[in-house]
C-alpha cells in the first residue's frame, strides 16, 4: 500500500529539485501545490508540515477514504476524481475551498459539504455506482452552498428527478449529462428559479426527445446563452419569449371570455334580452354551488 507521507515528498524528484536552498522543514512550509496524481496511493498520512498548501492534486489514483486535510485551511483547489472513494468525509476544516473534483468515485450520497461557504465548483460526474444506484444529494448540504455554488457537473450519474437543486440560485454552469431526467414541467419549474444560469447540458436525457424541449428551456432560462454544446441566439430567444407571452394573453383572454359568457351576434329584443339574464344567473348559480 501506498501511502502520502511527508516521507514520500521527501523523496519525489520534483520536490528535491525545488527545495535547494533550503532546508526540508522549511521548504514544506512554503509549498502551495502538491502533485501526486497517478502513484497508486492509497492513503493520505500526515501531510500537517504543509500547512500552507493551496492546490492538492491526488487524481488517479487508488484512496477511498478523504482523511488527513484538517490542517490544510488554506486549501482552495482539491482534486481527487478517478479513485474509489464512498463517502465524503473530513473536509469540515477546509472553509477557503473553492473547487472541489471528486467524479469517477464510488460516492452514492453527496454529503458533508456544511463548512464549505466558498465552494463554487463541484464536480461529481461518473461515478461508479451499484447496478440501480443513483447519486443522491443531502438538501442540508445543498442548502449550506447554495449561496456560493457556481459550478455543478453531475453528469451521468442515474439521476431522475432535480427538484431538490431549486435552492442553488447562483448557479451560472450545470452539466447533467447522460442521466435520466425526463419530467419537462419540473426541469422548467428549477431552471426558473436560477436568474445566472449561462450554460447548461442535458444531452442524452430522454427529455430532450420532447418536442419543443429546447425552445420550452430556452423560455425558462432566460440568462443562458449555451445550451448542450450549441449557443442560442438572441433574435430566437426574443421570438420564442415573445410567443410565449402572447400564447399566455391569448389563453387568459379565452379563459375570460368564457367566464363572463360568449359575446351576442345578433340584435336584442326584449325575448332574447331575457334569455341571457336567464342564461347567465343559471351560470352564476351554477358556479357559485359547484
Not at 11 to 25: A, C, I, Q, T
Not at 127 to 143: I, M
Not at 213 to 237: F, M, P, Q, W
Not at 262 to 273: A, R
Amino acid at each position: 500500500m501506498v501511502r502520502l507521507t511527508i516521507d514520500v515528498i521527501a523523496k519525489s524528484r520534483n520536490h528535491f529539485k525545488k527545495k535547494r536552498g533550503l532546508s526540508f522543514p522549511e521548504y514544506l512550509k512554503t509549498l502551495t501545490h502538491l502533485h501526486f496524481s497517478s502513484k497508486n496511493i492509497e492513503d493520505i498520512g500526515d501531510l500537517s508540515m504543509c500547512r500552507n498548501l493551496t492546490v492538492l492534486y491526488l487524481y488517479d489514483n487508488q484512496i477511498t477514504h478523504i482523511c488527513n486535510l484538517g490542517f490544510a485551511s488554506n486549501l482552495t483547489h482539491l482534486y481527487m476524481q478517478n479513485n474509489n472513494i464512498t463517502h465524503i468525509d473530513n473536509l469540515f476544516n477546509l472553509q477557503k475551498l473553492s473547487k472541489l473534483y471528486l467524479g469517477g468515485n464510488r460516492i452514492a450520497v453527496v454529503e458533508g459539504l456544511e463548512n464549505l461557504c466558498e465552494l463554487k465548483e463541484l464536480h461529481l460526474e461518473n461515478q461508479r455506482l451499484a447496478p440501480g444506484e443513483k447519486l443522491l444529494l443531502d438538501p442540508r448540504t445543498l442548502l449550506s452552498v447554495a449561496e456560493s455554488l457556481c459550478v455543478l457537473n453531475i453528469n451521468n450519474n442515474n439521476i431522475d428527478d432535480i427538484r431538490d437543486l431549486t435552492v442553488l440560485k447562483e448557479l451560472q454552469r450545470f452539466s447533467a449529462a447522460d442521466n435520466r431526467l425526463n419530467n419537462m414541467e419540473e426541469l422548467e419549474d428549477v431552471f426558473s428559479h436560477w436568474p445566472q444560469l449561462l450554460q447548461m447540458d442535458l444531452s442524452g436525457n430522454p427529455v430532450c426527445k420532447k418536442p419543443k424541449y429546447r425552445d420550452r428551456l430556452i423560455t425558462a432560462c432566460k440568462s443562458l446563452v449555451v445550451l448542450n454544446g450549441r449557443e442560442i441566439n438572441e433574435l430566437t430567444r426574443q421570438f420564442l419569449i415573445n410567443w410565449k407571452a402572447s400564447k399566455e394573453a391569448k389563453k387568459k383572454k379565452i379563459n375570460k371570455h368564457m367566464i363572463t359568457g360568449p359575446l351576442i351576434p345578433y340584435p336584442l329584443t326584449s325575448k332574447s334580452l331575457n334569455s341571457v339574464f336567464l342564461t347567465t344567473v343559471t351560470s352564476h348559480i351554477f358556479t357559485i354551488m359547484f
